[in-house]
């Protein structure tokens, strides 16, 4: 649970909000005045779970997207250092530097030995600036190919963890080549002999999330988007005004629902009620369960055959007559 | 080598797509008026600058392939508006307007071709559809060409001109980049060459799959190349950005491009290459 005093809520989080505060507030004067107020919290109780129950039934894409980037959202580390009993995190591409919003390395997810990478954003402004808000540079995505040569060499899972506005565009990125480390590891994880797991956390933004996205399995927590764009940069462009972000959310089809429809993702996580944000472990937990499920089934299909199916299920994707 | 030298900064992001009617031609870069007849002969090059105009497919396939040699494949395949997407106007009312308007069907034309008579597959992007984006029809063009090559054992040849991934097909768009870099991580497997031309421009999601996954990768002078658009990154890091910056000649000098090639001998440079990997040495 995300941390009282510097509670950060949505709009359309607000009435459950009050009402929790309310409900709190009740069972503080219960215990201090003596009254007994049970039945009162009880009932009040119910009607929080209901409007959760309304609220959340119905989230808009746009509300969605929300809370994909809802600054209390666990990230990458959130998850790694409750799913997995051991990770040492290995730095570094070998060739310009460690770039600070993917971080990766060698973990342990109960029986399994893996290589972990994910992309990581920052709590707050200070954070933010060192993790560059989530935004990989080419040596982000050359690190984690780094880690996915180990992965082949030790015949490891690779498990991946996503989580971006993009990748950075700036002027060093493109100096260093930012499409070309994407583009190598799209060609090099189609052919990986290992199995991969790609979880969509939080925001899924084109081709920076798709650069460590490709593998056997791709799921998605609830209230995760991913698309070819962000909402705002379609809307800019499209509409000529980023304002126009809700609208771009809903054209572009960016929620979980949407990508199981659209049969590019495998499966949803479920989350919490009311967002991974509201209860960590229990989110965490979720997805470890996930991730084990599908490495248990991963690991008995001969490497050769796993590379085949892969193929075919990229093959698919898209929609075309002719 | 004159190109190198132009040191005049643009950052309009769209010039102009089409040549105009009429049968003479202002150079956008030094303002020179060519007869048209003239540019045509010329390869679409400006004769006192060097300018490479911007080309359709049909004039690429021209200026590449041996007379009549290109055969397209795959011509019928058509979008479908899975998202029913809708900004301004729906997106297949945008899409239908176009087909009608270029006569093709998508953003890009596939086939099988001769060049200097080696048998090559080949696709060429096309700018003027919807700005050489690429949604489901262009991948899945530019996917069954690589396994096309794969099942003949020619060359592939897969020249760009695009602006990236299609917006108006969402997730759609962004798969067919993991599906062509996929395809052609099994041609590399075995051992069929791939060729990569980027033009003016080749940007996003083309970028960051096909277009950099080359075993050769060469580029007409003066080419916007990249990832992010240069108003993306201006806007993001609040800066100017530097001359010349995500032109062929900055990404050929950061180590990404194997050579910068003069429309004028785009043709043979590629037939060499072509005799080079088709030539077997002596055992």
Partial sequence: MAKKKQRFVLEFEKPIVNLEEKIAEMREYALASGLELEDDIKRLEKKASQLRKEIYANLSRWQRVQLARHPQRPYSLDYISRMCSYFEELHGDRRFADDKAIVSGLAKLEEFSIILIGQQKGKDTKENLYRNFGMPHPEGYRKAMRLMELAVKFNKPVVTLIDTPGAFPGIGAEERGQAEAIAYNLFRMARLPVPIINVIIGEGASGGALGIGVGDRILMTENSWYSVISPEGCAAILWRDASHAPEAAEAMKVTAPDLLKLKIIDEIIKEPEGGAHRDYDLAANVVKEAILKHLRELVKIPPKKLIEQRMEKFSKMGAWKE | ?283
């Avoid at chain 2, 010039?15 to 303002?31: A, H, I, M």
């Fill in chain 2, 1 to 283: 080598m004159d190109w190198f030298k132009r040191t005049k900064q643009t950052l309009k992001s769209v010039p102009k797509t089409e040549l105009p009617d009429g049968l003479w031609v202002k150079c956008e870069n030094c303002g020179e008026i060519i007869y048209k007849k003239e540019l045509e002969k010329k390869l679409y090059v400006c004769p006192k600058c060097d300018f490479h105009f911007r080309i359709t497919s049909k004039e690429y396939i021209r200026i590449l392939f041996d007379e009549d040699s290109f055969k397209e494949i795959n011509a019928n395949l058509m979008t479908v508006d899975s998202l029913n997407f809708k900004d301004s106007k729906p997106y297949i009312d945008k899409y239908m307007a176009t087909v009608k308007k270029t006569g093709m069907k998508e953003a890009v034309v596939t086939g099988t071709a001769k060049l200097e008579k080696h048998d090559v597959v080949a696709a060429i992007m096309d700018f003027k559809f919807l700005g050489g984006s690429m949604g489901s029809v262009v991948g899945e063009k530019v996917a069954r060409a690589i396994d096309k090559a794969l099942e003949l054992k020619v060359p592939l040849l897969i020249l760009s001109s695009s602006g990236g991934a299609r917006m108006h097909e969402g997730i759609l768009s962004l798969m067919q980049m993991a599906k062509t870099s996929a395809k052609l991580a099994r041609l590399a497997e075995n051992k069929i060459p791939y060729i990569s031309i980027l033009t003016n421009p080749t940007t996003g999601g083309t970028t960051a799959s096909y277009a950099m996954l080359g075993d050769i990768i060469l580029a007409e002078p003066d080419a916007l190349i990249g990832f992010a658009g240069p108003r993306v990154i201006k806007q993001t890091i609040g800066q100017d950005l530097p001359p010349g910056f995500q032109r062929s000649e900055f990404v050929l000098e950061h180590g990404f491009l194997d050579m910068i090639v003069h429309r004028h001998q785009l043709k043979q440079r590629i037939a060499g290459i072509l005799d080079f990997f088709a030539h077997k040495n002596p055992h």
